[in-house]
Structures are given as structure tokens and as C-alpha cells.
């Protein structure tokens, strides 16, 4: 079957701008996790969904940063007001409920300038 | 709040040889220990993890780990290396929601 897919795969915008980026989870996944690789900061955890819970937000790094996950399928990270610094790889995940293993999308490489 | 550090950013070994990449977690409870890769221009692919029991994983493609409680460590290793093996390596950490927190990563380049 298909994996975690990501759209776009690369994404050029201009500081000050709004993006968004999509996340397809694994069809029957209801958890799914966004984090961010970047030069500065490694690989970090962003926000966590399950099912209907209320999602897990705490790592956001400022409330220019939101996501929404939509009939507990497709997910859409949005960055307002966009800087250099948000610059990085942004990577979906998806797993089964209380499943240990997570499914990792090619992710989408936003570039800041 | 859980933490790991891989302290090998760079290992350079010759195909055929072991392979041993380090890394210490830090964590309050019982840890959920992950090991994952990544390819050039590919997503992380899971390696291996522990949960509980036996602190000697198998894992895919002829890796091992090894989880030591006393030393706070789950160090990968393989006995003989691929040039395919050449990649980004991440140790991860996980809570109980699997919220995964990543070392800094170790690239393994593999000279003939």
C-alpha cells in the first residue's frame, strides 16, 4: 500500500509569507506526529495527533506555527508570517494507535529567503 | 524531559568491517528506544527498537542493539558493513504517546 506522503516536496517562499504543508498518513493511521529537521536544531518534534484527542502541541516553537488534522485523515501544517529561521525539513509521520512504529513521509524542504 | 546524545557525528569505516554508533539516553522512566536511518534524499526508515525484555534487539538489514540500563545507553552495531550502509543514523527516545526526540544524528560514510 502507499506510504506517508508529502506535498510539496520542496517549497521556496519569501520571509514575511504564509505556507502550507500537507501530510497524507497511512490510510487507518490515527496517529500522526509532524517534526522539523533543520541544520541549527536536529531532528525535533513539532505536534502530535490521535484520533479526536485534543492535539499535542507543545512542541511548536511559536504561535506562528498551527496544524490541523481534518476527518482524522489528511494533516496541514501552516507557518504564518514565515522567517529564515523556519527553514528546515518538515517531516510527517503516522502509526497505528498505541503503535510504537512510526511511518516517516519524504518530507517537505521549506526554504526561507 | 528526555534527552540523547550521539556523541560520533562522523564515523568513517571500511566495507566488511564492524560498526558500532553510540548513543545515551536520558529519560525518567522506563525508555522506548528507537534506532532510525536515513538515506541520502530518503525519508527515516525504522531500524530496531526496545521497549522491554531482552536488552539485545535484531533488527533489519544485520543490525543489533544493545540496551545497557546502568550506562544509559542503546548502542547499534553491525558485524560486517555495506556500502549501502552508508547514511545518517538517529537514536531516539520515545514517551508514552511515542513523541520521539532524536539524538543529532551520526553519518557513517563507508570507503572500499
Known amino acids: 500500500g502507499a506510504g506517508v506522503s508529502q506535498s510539496p516536496s520542496n517549497k521556496v517562499t519569501e520571509k514575511g509569507k504564509d505556507v502550507e504543508l500537507r501530510c497524507d498518513p497511512i490510510s487507518g493511521h490515527t496517529a500522526l506526529y509532524w517534526y522539523r529537521q533543520s541544520l541549527g536544531q536536529g531532528l525535533e518534534f513539532l505536534i502530535y495527533f490521535q484520533g479526536n484527542s485534543a492535539p499535542d502541541k507543545s512542541g511548536l516553537p511559536s504561535d506562528r506555527f498551527s496544524a490541523e488534522r481534518t476527518g482524522g485523515s489528511v494533516s496541514t501544517l501552516t507557518i504564518q508570517r514565515t522567517q529564515q529561521e523556519d527553514s528546515a525539513v518538515y517531516l510527517c509521520?503516522?502509526?497505528?494507535?498505541?503503535?510504537?512504529?512510526?511511518?516517516f513521509g519524504p518530507g517537505t524542504r521549506l526554504t526561507v529567503l | 524531559a528526555q534527552s540523547v546524545t550521539q556523541p560520533d557525528i562522523h564515523i568513517t569505516v571500511s566495507e566488511g568491517a564492524s560498526l558500532e554508533l553510540r548513543c545515551n539516553y536520558s529519560y525518567g522512566a522506563t525508555p522506548y528506544l528507537f534506532w532510525y536511518v536515513q538515506s541520502p534524499g530518503q525519508g527515516l526508515q525504522l531500524l530496531l527498537k526496545y521497549f522491554s525484555g531482552d536488552t539485545l534487539v535484531q533488527g533489519i538489514k544485520g543490525f543489533e542493539a544493545e540496551f545497557k540500563r546502568s550506562q544509559s545507553s542503546f548502542n547499534l552495531r553491525k558485524p560486517s558493513v555495506h556500502w549501502s550502509d552508508a547514511a545518517e543514523y538517529f537514536c531516539a527516545v520515545g514517551d508514552n504517546d511515542y513523541k520521539l526526540s532524536f539524538g543529532a544524528g551520526t553519518t557513517v560514510t563507508v570507503r572500499a
Open positions: 509521520a503516522s502509526s497505528l494507535a498505541d503503535s510504537d512504529t512510526q511511518y
